[in-house]
C-alpha cells in the first residue's frame, strides 16, 4: 500500500526559508506524479507544485512561482519543496499526494494517495 509520509513543517518570520520532505514508500508502479498542496482554516486546498517521475517535469502555482521550488531525489522515493521568502500567506498545512498517472497537474481530484500533512506557519 502506497504511504507518504511529510516532513519539515514548523514555524518561521516571514522572508525565511523552510524544506519540505515526502518520503513515499509502496510505490509498485512506474508513472506517477507527486504533487504538494496546502490548505489554510476557512480556505479550499490548493495545488502548489508537482513533479512527473517519468521526466521531472514540474508545475507550480502563480502564487508560488520563483519562490519554490520541488525537486526529487534520484530514486524518487522522497519529494522536496523548497520554499523561501516565505510569507504569512504561505500559513497552512501542506500535503503530499501521488497521482496513477505522469501528467497529473496541481488539480486536487487527479490525486489518488495523500500524506497526513506538516503545519506551516509563517510569522509576520
Known amino acids: 500500500e502506497v504511504q507518504l509520509v511529510e516532513s519539515g513543517g514548523g514555524l518561521v518570520q516571514a522572508g525565511g526559508s523552510l524544506r519540505l520532505s515526502c518520503a513515499a514508500s509502496?510505490?509498485?508502479?512506474?508513472?506517477?506524479?507527486i504533487g504538494w498542496f496546502r490548505q489554510a482554516p476557512g480556505k479550499e486546498r490548493e495545488g502548489v507544485s508537482c513533479i512527473s517521475s517519468s521526466d521531472g517535469s514540474t508545475t507550480y502555482a502563480d502564487s508560488v512561482k520563483g519562490r519554490f521550488t520541488i525537486s526529487s531525489d534520484n530514486a524518487k522515493t522522497t519529494v522536496y519543496l523548497q520554499m523561501n521568502s516565505l510569507k504569512p500567506e504561505d500559513t497552512a498545512v501542506y500535503y503530499c499526494a501521488l497521482a496513477l498517472n505522469t501528467m497529473a497537474t496541481t488539480w486536487v481530484d487527479e490525486y489518488d494517495y495523500w500524506g497526513q500533512g506538516t503545519q506551516v506557519t509563517v510569522s509576520s
Open positions: 509502496g510505490v509498485t508502479f512506474d508513472g506517477y506524479t
